[in-house]
């Protein structure tokens, strides 16, 4: 079936990079861009960036600009999601998402989530 | 774009009719999708270009709208509906509404 499994989670310290897997499954990989999407513990979703499996072109929230890195590894259907410069404030569940629609750019499969905490 | 979803919070019978707004901040024409997430869990898609139902979701669940303006509904509120519900636009880079609460009463 369809699915997206994501790495377990991750204890950073503050100024520490983390990077996140999401191996696709049951599905052509390079067919549907990868979104990431976070969630702090009791607040709403927070949409990161997309990425392009195929030509590997990616889009990033002006807020995350400059810390953010979106790659794939085509080979082993995988996308990453790396974060750098952590703060306390990154902490949260981070969630991959397949775009099932170049049309309508619906988010129809998720990760389970992979929660990250930042503390000293 | 900037997505104001309201309420935050309801609460309701079971059966009632419940709905919930989201407006843009510009223009998005249909270009608007529905998630559902339970407690601990993943979002779940269920309403796409505004008006259409994700397969398999149940047709209680509806929503309309255009513009700016953009409204969900569940037709007949069920215990398993208790969960937070977003909007998402994707006019331009995806945004996501601040989330409706909905609890039963």
């Known amino acids: 079936q369809v699915e997206l499994v994501q790495s377990g989670a991750e204890v950073k310290k503050p100024g520490a990079s983390v990077k996140v897997s999401c191996k696709a499954s049951g599905y052509t990989f390079t067919s549907y861009d990868i979104h990431w999407v976070r969630q702090a513990t009791g607040q709403g979703l927070e949409w990161m960036g997309w990425m392009n499996l195929n030509s590997g072109s990616t889009g990033y929230a002006q807020k995350f600009q400059g810390r953010v890195t979106m790659t794939r590894n085509i080979s082993i259907s995988t996308a990453y999601l790396e974060l750098s410069s952590l703060r306390s404030e990154d902490t949260a569940v981070y969630y991959c998402?397949?775009?099932?629609?170049?049309?309508?750019?619906?988010?129809?499969?998720w990760g389970k989530g992979t929660t990250v905490s930042v503390s000293s | 774009i900037q997505m104001a979803q309201s309420p935050s919070s309801l609460s309701a019978s079971v059966g009632d009719r419940v709905t919930i707004t989201c407006q843009a901040s510009?223009?998005?024409?249909?270009?608007l999708n529905w998630y559902q997430q339970k407690a601990g869990k993943a979002p779940k898609l269920l309403i796409y270009h505004a008006s259409n139902l994700q397969t398999g979701v149940p047709s209680r669940f509806s929503g309309s709208g255009s513009g700016t303006d953009f409204s969900f509904t569940i037709s007949s509120l069920q215990p398993e509906d208790i969960a937070i519900y977003y909007c998402?636009?994707?006019?331009?880079?995806?945004?996501f509404g601040g989330g409706t609460k909905v609890e039963i009463k």
């Open positions: 998402q636009q994707y006019d331009d880079l995806p945004t």
């Open positions: 998402a397949r775009d099932g629609s170049q049309e309508y750019h619906y988010l129809d499969v």
């Open positions: 510009q223009d998005i024409n249909t270009h």
